[in-house]
């Protein structure tokens, strides 16, 4: 075991990308993340890799298209107004089915929003963002040593998959400090790249890397066999917390920091005699709907708890499909909700005084 | 050392992230569950900062304190924002310098310490914020001395140990104050 240090949650994810073996990252500075770049703008030239302050985000993100596209691990990272400017570059590398890490600290949107933590970005990193039928894998810690090996894993992942994979924070994980280990267990994993644009030193046929085909049914083809992989994603790498879940009556939910103040209020609510448990996605898509679904056999209510006005309680609803009620309570930009309000919502839910 | 739920707060500039990490650190050094979190935004020398430090036997649940145990306020205006914020029974440590006014409540142990005094006084006020850090530790035995001690020494680059020696020197200060 090493010795645990007090790290930042942006400067963990940049330190656990290079332990991964990332040695290129393009990015462009933006609260609240930018210390990720920081760390990398000083690191990276020290252990023979490359750091790129781009022009723009557009451009950051087809520098990782390309890098991607030459078998490089490769991250990204940006805060909301960034990511939407990433977009089209993502839904390009998604459609050439090429690996990669993109990390969103989100900030309180609409438009320029504001830069204090949010996690409106929801819809935008599950259902798509860019256009076309496609998926980001996306991950969603919730604790400083959780950004660690979930970063770890994003690298791993993406190569498994040929994916573009997404880290989703907020500024508050972004910001906060806490003791994080490096462990020797944290191994990523060397994967052949038969694919990528090497060089062919005349040995064998060009790879060739695109997204456009003039023909329907050769595109369609194409998205019918990347849907075959995201069906063995869903398959095989949904992942979730629960806790106090055996004898739940509400089943609260939350991700990444709504969930860390969800703990202390169930931990509350408790204390008062009411028999409340916690469904934490830690991967966001693959959504674990199955465990919501059978959480909802003794469930009398879900409670989702989002820094948003409600995106993920959509996923839920979809998941519970009607077996039981399910509330939302969200605070929005910027503002993040306490312990007391959440036990307040359960309690009005208790005493069947909350609509849904 | 024990479980604390504590905000340090004042002007941009004086140190206010840098106290709090100290305690975080010790507390970690020590074993207990942490997490620090700062107030982010357009900051610069002389607008506000405040810090979040949650030292904990268990893990620690949301890193947002809404009401502290403890409050370390390094200006009047983080006075006034947080004074309400502190649960009964808490502690307020008040640089008394800055702070042209008395603390309010009455259900909360205060402790005045001419912080900015006294670290002018050492020839630098900007070791303020480990004078109210020695005065914290004195009026709350939240850590031995010895464990901040050897987080200063610990947090300062090698390069610059030499001020280490003078952050200890401001805190023992604030210590004896």
Known sequence: MSEKVLMKGNEAIAE???????????????????????????????????????????????????????????????????MSLKGEGISYIAGADLPCVIVNIVRGGPGLGGIQPAQSDYFQATKGGGHGDYHLLVLAPNSVQEMVSLTI??????????????????????????????????????????????????????????????????????????????????????????????????????????????????????????????????????????????????????????????????????????????????????????????VSKVKDIAGGNASE | MKSENIIIAGFGGQGILFAGKLLAYAAMVAGKEISWLPSYGPEMRGGTANCHVVISEEPVGSPIIVNPDVLISMNRPSLDKFENSVIEGGTIVVDKSLIDRKVTRTDVRVKYVEATKIAMELGNAALANMVMVGAFLKETGAFILDEIKDAIVKNIPKTKQALAEIDIKAMVAGYNA
């Not at chain 1, 023979?48 to 298209?65: C, D, R």
């Open chain 1, 16 to 82: 656990a990308a290079i332990l991964a073996g990332c040695r290129y990252f393009f990015g462009y500075p933006i609260t609240p993340q930018t210390e990720i770049a920081a760390y990398m703008a000083k690191k990276m030239p020290k252990i023979g890799g490359t750091f790129l302050q781009a022009e723009s985000e557009v451009s950051a993100i087809n520098m990782v298209y390309g890098a991607a596209g030459a078998g490089a691990r490769v991250m990204t990272s940006s805060s909301s107004p960034g």
């Open chain 1, 153 to 342: 894993d994003a690298f791993d992942l993406a190569d498994k998959y040929r994916i573009p994979v997404m880290l989703l924070g907020d500024g508050t994980l972004g910001q906060m400090m806490e003791p994080v280990e490096f462990s020797n267990d944290n191994i990523s994993h060397v994967y052949e790249k038969p694919w990528a644009t090497v060089g062919t030193q005349k040995k064998r046929k060009h790879n060739i890397i695109n997204t456009l085909y003039m023909s329907p049914e050769e595109l369609e083809y194409t998205i019918i066999e990347r849907q075959k992989k995201y069906n063995s994603i869903v398959q095989n790498e949904i992942r979730c917390e629960t806790s106090y879940l055996e004898d739940a009556e509400y089943v609260l939910s939350a991700y990444g920091t709504s969930s860390r103040i969800v703990e202390t209020a169930v931990h509350q609510l408790r204390k008062e005699g009411y028999k409340a448990g916690i469904i934490r996605p830690i991967t966001l898509w693959p959504f674990p709907s199955h465990i919501y679904k059978k959480a909802a056999e003794h469930a009398k209510a879900f409670l989702s708890v989002e820094m948003s006005m409600g995106q993920m309680v959509e996923d839920i609803m979809l998941a519970v499909n009607g077996k039981a009620p399910v509330h939302f309570f969200g605070r929005t930009g910027g503002v993040i909700p306490t312990p007391a309000e959440i």
